[in-house]
C-alpha cells in the first residue's frame, strides 16, 4: 500500500495535499527576514550560566535525537512518518549549530583577552600578581568549558546528519521494494481477490447506508448547506474567472482563423480556470463538510479521495480537449484530423478514467480493510487496461500533413510514435502477467498523471514565450483590450507583455512543478522543507542566502528611496523654498539629501538582505591597496565611473562635448565612456577627464535647442530691409518653434559687408544641420528674388585717350615685332654646340 500512497496526490486523512502545498508555499513567502537578520546580529558574551543553559540545552538535543532514532525504527515501513522524522531531524541539527554558533563571540572574547594578558612569565622571571594569575585560570577553564560544548555540538550535528541520510535510504529502499515487488499471477491470487472482493462490496454497502441514513436524519440540512456554500464558491470563482479573463479562455465563434498566441492562450488558460474552480469545489465541498460534523472516521477518506479522483480526471479531459479541440479544428494545437481528435480524446479520457478508479477502489481497499491480494488485482486490471488502450492509440490514423485541412483523412503516426506506444502498451501488459503490478501501476500513473502535468506545462511554456514576444502582446485580445482603454503604447504593451510571460513562468513553477514530485514518490513535507530551505537558506560554501531577505531587502531599499525623494521635495519645497535661500544652496542641499538617503536606504537594505557588512572592509582594504600601488587612475575612473552611473549626467545617445571630442555617447562602463563623433569615429574617453573637465550636453533633459547661423550681404543693401526679408524666410521655414519665437538680430557692418545672425529654436536639435542648409537656401533665393546684392557690383569701363602721333607709332612697333616672330628659322646652321652627339 505505501506505493499507491505515491501514485495519486492524496492522503488519507482526507486533505488535498496540493492545496496544503499552495498554503506553505505562502506562508513562506510572507516570512520575514529574521533569519538572515539574525545571522548578521552580534552574539551577547555569555556568562557561566548561559554557559550551563547551552551544555543543557544540548543535552535535552541529544535525548531529542534519540528519541527520533527509537521512531525511525518503529515506523521504518511508513513513509509518511518517515519524512516527518527527517524534517524533526533537520530541525535538530539546525537547533544544535545555533546552540554552538552562541557560544563564538564569547570565545573570540576570550582569545582576545588572553593575547592582551600575554604569555605567562617565564621561569626565574618575577611573577604575575594574584589578579592576572585568577584571570587566567578563569579564562582557561571558560575557554575548556566552550572548547567542550562545541565538540559535543559538532558531535551531536553528525550524527544528525547521519540520521537524516539514513531516513532517506530507508525511503529509497521502500520506493524500489514496493515499485519492483513480483506478485504470482495464479488462479489463487484471483480466487482469493474474489472472496474478497465479495466481503468488501457487502462491507461498503453496510457502511455507506449507515452513513446516509445517519446523514438523511441528523445532518441532512449540514449536508445540503455543505453543498450549497461548495457550489457558490465554485461559481463565484468560476464566474469571476470567465469575466476578468473571457478573452483568454472563451473561443470567439466569429474568429474562424485564430492567431497561434490565441490558441496557446485559450488552451492553457481554459485547462487552469475552470480545473482551479472544479478543485476549489471539491476542496470546499470537503472543508464544510468536515467542518458541519457530516463526515464519519471511515467516510472521510472515500469522500476526499472521491473528489480529489474527480478533480483529476476533470483536469485530464479538460486538457485534451483544449489540445485536441475535437469539435473545432482552427483551435486545434496539434495537426491532427478530425476524426483522430475524437478518438484520441476519448482514449485519453478513459485512460484517466480507469486510472482514477483503480485508486479510488484502492482507497476503499485500503480504509475497509481489505486483504493486500484485492488490491493488488486491481491494480492488475487497470494496467492491462491502460497497455491495451496505448495499442489502440498507436494503430489510429490522426496525422495531418502540412496544408492540410482537419476534416481530411488522416495518416499512420510516425514510425518512432508508433514504435513507443507500442513497446508501452506491451510493456504494461507484461509486466502486469509477470507479476510487477506496482511497476506497471507506477508507469501506467505517470503516463496519464504526469502526462498531463508535463503537457499543460508546455503549453504553459510556449504561451508565455509568445505573449513575451516583442509586438505580440499588443495583438492579443488582453493587448487590443488594454490599448483601447488605456491608450497604451506599444512599448508599453511589450512591457506588460514581458511582465505577462514571466508571470506564467512563475505559475508553471510555483504550481505544476510540486504536482510533478508528488507524482513521483516525494511527500508533501518533502516540498515543504525543500521550499524552506530555498527561500531562507541556500548555502553556497560557508555562505547562506535567503531568498525571502534578498526580497525583503529590495523591498526595503525601494521603501528608503521612495522616502528619500519625498522628503527632498518636502525639504527644497517647504524649508528652503521659505528661507529664500540661494538656488545653488538648495541644490547641494538637496544633492547631499539625497546621497544620504539612498546610502541609508542601501545599508538598511544590505543588512536586511542578511549581507555582513564587515565582509566590505575587504572591498575597501583592496582599494587601498591598490591606490598604495599606483593605482590611482584607474580607481579614480572607476569611483567616476560610479558617479556617472549615479547622477546620469548624460546617458546613451546625448550630444556632448568634451574639450575637442564631440558625438553621441554610445557606451557607458564603470572605466571609460564611448563617444561616437560625427565622422563615425569611436573616442574612448577616461571617466575621471569627464567628471574633472567641462562637458557640454545639448541634449540633456531634451532636444530642444537654438541653432545660430551668421549671414552677410553687401554694405549698399537696405539693412532694415535685409532684416525684413530674413524674417519673413525663417517664419515661413518647416522645423522651426513659434515659441520662443526666432530672431533676426543686425550684429554688425563695415565699408564693405552687413552682417546679420539669425537666431531660432528646435524641437530636436539633431536635425541642425538639414534646418540650416534649408534656411540658407531659402535665404539665397529671396536674395535673388528681391536684388538683395550679396557681394559689391561690377566696375564701370572708363575710356582712354591718345595722340594720333601715338597711336601710329604703337602701330609701328607692333608690326615689326609680328614680322620678327615670322622670321623662318630652317635655313641656319647649328652652332657646334648645339649639334648632337657623335656616333
Known amino acids: 500500500m505505501p506505493v499507491l500512497r505515491r501514485l495519486f496526490p492524496f492522503n488519507e486523512d482526507g486533505l488535498l495535499p496540493t492545496f496544503r502545498l499552495l498554503s506553505v508555499l505562502l506562508a513562506v513567502l510572507l516570512l520575514a527576514a529574521a533569519p538572515a537578520r539574525a545571522q548578521t546580529a552580534a552574539a551577547p558574551a555569555i556568562d557561566a550560566t548561559q554557559i550551563e543553559q547551552a551544555s543543557s540545552d544540548l543535552d535535552r538535543a541529544s535525548g531529542q535525537l534519540n528519541a527520533i532514532r527509537e521512531r525511525v525504527e518503529r515506523y521504518k515501513e511508513d513513509d509518511a512518518r518517515l519524512v516527518e522524522l527527517k524534517i524533526e531531524a533537520e530541525a535538530l541539527n539546525r537547533t544544535i549549530l545555533a546552540i554552538s554558533v552562541a557560544t563564538r563571540p564569547r570565545l573570540e572574547a576570550i582569545k582576545a583577552r588572553q593575547t592582551e594578558l600575554g604569555d605567562p612569565p617565564a621561569e626565574g622571571a618575577p611573577a604575575e600578581a594574584a589578579v592576572v594569575v585568577e584571570e587566567r585560570k578563569k579564562l582557561a577553564a571558560e575557554r575548556n568549558e566552550i572548547n567542550a560544548l562545541t565538540g559535543e555540538a559538532e558531535n551531536l550535528s553528525i550524527e544528525a546528519t547521519k540520521l537524516s541520510n539514513r531516513i532517506t535510504e530507508i525511503r529509497r529502499r521502500l520506493f524500489t521494494d514496493a515499485i519492483l515487488k513480483r506478485t504470482d499471477i495464479n488462479t489463487a491470487l484471483f480466487t482469493e481477490a474474489s472472496g474478497a472482493l465479495t466481503n468488501e462490496t457487502a462491507t461498503l454497502g453496510r457502511t455507506a447506508t449507515a452513513w446516509l441514513q445517519f446523514v438523511w436524519k441528523f445532518k441532512r440540512m449540514q449536508l445540503l448547506g455543505a453543498v450549497a456554500l461548495s457550489l457558490v464558491a465554485a461559481l463565484v470563482l468560476l464566474s469571476g474567472g470567465y469575466r476578468l479573463f473571457s478573452p483568454v479562455i472563451t473561443r470567439a465563434v466569429q474568429q474562424q482563423k485564430p492567431h497561434y498566441i490565441t490558441r496557446l492562450s485559450v488552451a492553457f488558460w481554459s485547462t487552469i480556470l475552470p480545473s482551479i474552480a472544479v478543485g476549489a469545489f471539491a476542496g470546499t465541498s470537503y472543508f464544510f463538510l468536515d467542518t458541519f460534523n457530516v463526515l464519519r472516521s471511515d467516510i472521510a477518506p472515500i469522500a476526499s479521495v472521491a473528489l480529489g479522483v474527480m478533480v483529476a480526471i476533470f483536469f485530464v479531459a479538460q486538457l485534451a480537449n483544449a489540445v485536441l479541440s475535437p469539435g473545432d479544428g482552427h483551435w486545434r494545437l496539434v495537426r491532427v484530423s478530425d476524426r483522430g481528435a475524437q478518438l484520441l480524446w476519448l482514449l485519453i479520457f478513459s485512460m484517466a478514467i480507469v486510472n482514477g478508479a483503480d485508486y479510488f477502489l484502492g482507497t476503499i481497499s485500503e480504509v475497509l480493510g481489505s486483504p493486500v491480494v484485492l488490491t493488488v488485482v486491481k491494480s492488475f486490471f487497470a494496467s492491462i487496461i491502460i497497455g491495451a488502450l496505448l495499442v489502440v492509440t498507436a494503430f489510429i490514423k490522426p496525422v495531418l500533413h502540412q496544408g492540410e485541412t482537419p476534416d481530411a483523412q488522416g495518416r499512420p503516426w510516425p514510425r518512432s510514435i508508433f514504435v513507443l506506444l507500442i513497446l508501452t502498451g506491451l510493456g504494461l501488459i507484461f509486466a502486469s502477467l ?61 512591457q ?4 505577462a510571460g514571466l508571470s506564467i513562468y512563475l505559475l508553471i513553477f510555483v504550481f505544476f512543478v510540486p504536482l510533478v514530485l508528488l507524482q513521483w514518490g516525494f511527500q508533501v513535507a518533502d516540498i515543504e522543507s525543500w521550499a524552506y530551505r530555498i527561500f531562507t537558506e541556500i548555502r553556497i560554501g560557508s555562505i547562506t542566502i535567503s531568498l525571502i531577505g534578498i526580497f525583503a531587502g529590495i523591498l526595503l531599499f525601494v521603501a528608503g528611496l521612495l522616502i528619500t525623494r519625498w522628503f527632498q521635495k518636502w525639504v527644497d519645497g517647504n524649508v528652503l523654498a521659505r528661507s529664500q535661500v540661494d538656488a545653488g544652496v538648495r541644490n547641494s542641499v538637496r544633492t ?26 575587504l572591498v575597501a582594504g583592496a582599494l587601498s591597496l591598490g591606490i598604495g600601488f599606483g593605482l590611482q587612475n584607474i580607481v ?71 541653432i545660430d547661423m551668421a549671414i552677410s550681404v553687401h554694405a549698399s543693401n537696405d539693412p532694415r530691409r535685409v532684416q525684413e526679408i530674413l524674417t519673413e524666410v525663417v517664419r515661413g521655414q518647416q522645423g522651426l518653434l513659434r515659441n520662443p519665437e526666432p530672431t533676426v538680430v543686425f550684429q554688425a557692418f563695415s565699408s564693405a559687408t552687413l552682417d546679420f545672425e539669425i537666431r531660432a529654436f528646435l524641437a530636436d536639435i539633431l536635425n541642425g544641420t538639414g534646418v540650416k542648409s534649408d534656411l540658407r537656401a531659402a535665404a539665397l533665393e529671396r536674395f535673388r528674388a528681391e536684388g538683395i546684392a550679396i557681394g559689391a557690383p561690377a566696375a564701370a569701363e572708363v575710356p582712354i585717350k591718345i595722340s594720333p602721333e601715338g597711336a601710329d607709332l604703337i602701330t609701328r612697333l607692333l608690326d615689326q615685332a609680328t614680322r620678327e616672330n615670322r622670321r623662318p628659322t630652317a635655313g641656319r646652321r647649328r652652332k657646334p654646340a648645339e649639334e648632337g652627339p657623335k656616333t
Open 434 to 494: 509477470l507479476g510487477y503490478v506496482g511497476m506497471a501501476r507506477f508507469i501506467a500513473t505517470q503516463i496519464v498523471v504526469t502526462g498531463a502535468i508535463v503537457v499543460t506545462m508546455y503549453i504553459g511554456f510556449l504561451s508565455g514565450r509568445a505573449v513575451s514576444a516583442p509586438n505580440a502582446f499588443a495583438e492579443t485580445a488582453v493587448g487590443k483590450r488594454l490599448e483601447e482603454r488605456f491608450g497604451l503604447g506599444q512599448v508599453t504593451l511589450d
Open 496 to 499: 506588460v507583455g514581458l511582465a
Open 592 to 617: 547631499a539629501v539625497g546621497y544620504a538617503g539612498v546610502a541609508l536606504a542601501g545599508l538598511v537594505g544590505i543588512s536586511a538582505a542578511g549581507i555582513n557588512l564587515s565582509s566590505l572592509a
Open 636 to 706: 579614480s575612473n572607476f569611483v567616476s565611473g560610479l558617479i556617472l552611473l549615479a547622477e546620469r549626467p548624460f546617458k546613451v545617445g546625448d550630444w556632448v562635448v568634451a574639450g575637442t571630442t564631440e558625438g553621441f555617447v554610445r557606451r557607458i562602463s564603470v572605466r571609460a565612456t564611448e563617444i561616437e563623433t560625427f565622422q563615425r569615429q569611436t573616442v574612448i574617453v577616461p571617466n575621471s577627464v569627464l567628471i574633472n573637465g567641462q562637458v557640454g550636453n545639448w541634449t540633456h533633459r531634451n532636444k530642444l535647442g537654438r
